[in-house]
Every structure is written in C-alpha cells, then in structure tokens.
C-alpha cells in the first residue's frame, strides 16, 4: 500500500479531519501569539498596542542574552561536530563492519537517549561530572550533549548508509582499494546527505536544549534557553518573546534543513 493511500484512507475516518484541525492548533496556536506579541509595541503581552521591533533591539543589546547565545551557538555547534563524528563512525561500523556478537543490542544502545526521560539522562549526568571530578562548565555540557545528540545525528545516516549498495564495497575492494580508501572516497561522499542532516538535527537539539542544560552548565557557560527561563521567572516581556520568535524561526529552518537533506537518503548517485 502506498503512502498517498494510506494517507486517504485515514482522512476517510469519521472526524479526522477535525481532530487533526484540533491538534494542530493546541500545538501551534501558543507558539503563533508569543510570534505576534515579540512585535507588539507596548509592554503588555495580552493588548495589542501596535507593531514595533523594539523587543528584537532590546533583545540584541541585552548582554544577558546576548553572551548566553554565544554560549549555545558554541556548545551546539562542538556538541553536533563531536556526535556526528561518533555517529558515523557508529553507523560504518555497525552496517559496514564484520558481524558483532550482540548488534542488536548495540544499536539499540546507540539509540538508548531516545528512550532514556531526559531528566534522568541530566541527574545521571551532574552526578557523574560530580563523582569523577569534572567542574561544571563548557566540558561537561558539550560532553552531555555530545552523548544525548548522538542518537539524533545516527538515525538519518545510518538511513542513508543502509540505502548505499553494498556491492560498492565489493568493488572497489576488487580493485584494490584499502578499508580506508572505500570509507574515504565512496562511503562518505555517499553518505553527506545523511551526515548533514544529522548534523542539523544535532545542531538544532543541542541548542533547543533546557533541561540536561540548566544541570551540567556552570558559570559563564548559561546556554539562551536557560537564561529565557531565569528572566521568565522574573516576569514575561516581549523582550522574552522575541527570543523565542527567533529561536523558534531558528529550529524551524534547521528542521526544514535536515528535512530536506534527508530526502536524498534514498537517492544514491
């Protein structure tokens, strides 16, 4: 059965059509009126007063914010480099490797922070850094993320890996090209779709990150969600809704990104 039949046949069902209307809106209505008001000029955050992007102004000249992104810009993108590495290496090894005892459970285990409630990823994480010696700070919270990212950078590659023609291998090694040499010039270009996408979900879930965040950050190393939840317990402003207009604007344009890249894991060259 195809996927556009499948699709009819669920908007045949009684209702579903309205429930999906439901949804939808429970989900992205909240998310539109806190986009309206980061332009609205007066302070109120229920009266309209008129548009204005003095919010956004104030949002780029508040040093809170300000510094608090550059940490989350910085942690997300070491975070993201460091659990695509280890993804793809995941992925090569396990898809590509000889057979492993137990490689079921192995990727399962490489998709265990799926699973995991991420609050018991962040206390498992703080008690770790504790107990071992690590100070609380940039290592601990690119560490933290690294591992709770790689599950989310491994699923589009190893979608794209399973989607390459194993028979490449087998060519090139019949034409004496090394292990090395078919990962580095035909596994990997191959896979760039499925590594970029990975990338960008990495990306987009270490930076989006609260919880592991508030647990394992230090001084100096406060990431912008935590810092939007500080003022927020001080008072919601506009000023706060603009931040979230823009890091919402951000997620929606680095999932588009992976989106898009990750159609082309069934397309091999």
Request: charged share 10%; glycine share 8%; hydrophobic share 50%.
């Amino acid at each position: 059965m195809s996927h556009a039949t499948r699709i009819d046949r669920l908007r045949s069902y009684p209702g579903f059509g309205p429930l999906t209307i439901i949804c939808l809106t429970f989900l992205y209505a909240p998310l539109l009126v806190v986009s309206v008001y980061s332009f609205n000029a007066t302070r109120s955050i229920t009266e309209w007063g008129g548009f204005s992007f003095d919010w956004y102004v104030r949002a780029f000249n508040n040093p809170t914010i300000r510094d608090a992104a550059g940490n989350s810009l910085f942690v997300a993108v070491c975070a993201a480099t460091l659990a695509t590495t280890l993804a793809t290496m995941a992925a090569i090894s396990l898809l590509r490797g000889p057979p492993l005892k137990g490689q079921t459970g192995a990727v399962s285990l490489v998709s265990l922070p799926l699973m995991v409630p991420e609050i018991i990823t962040a206390i498992a994480s703080l008690i770790f850094f504790v107990t071992i010696g690590v100070p609380l700070g940039f290592v601990s919270l690119i560490a933290a993320h690294t591992v709770f990212c790689i599950p989310f950078a491994y699923l589009p590659i190893s979608a794209r890996l399973s989607g390459i023609e194993a028979t490449l291998d087998e060519a090139a090694g019949d034409l004496y090209a090394s292990r090395a040499d078919v990962i580095r010039t035909i596994l990997i270009p191959l896979m760039m779709p499925g590594i970029a996408s990975g990338f960008c979900l990495a990306f987009i879930v270490s930076l989006d990150d609260f919880i592991i965040a508030n647990f394992v950050s230090g001084p100096g190393s406060t990431t912008l969600p935590v810092a939007i939840y500080g003022l927020a317990r001080i008072g919601f402003t506009p000023e706060i809704n603009a931040v979230a207009t823009l890091m919402l604007a951000v997620s929606i344009l680095f999932v588009g990104l992976s989106w898009f890249l990750g159609r082309k894991t069934t397309q091999i060259n």
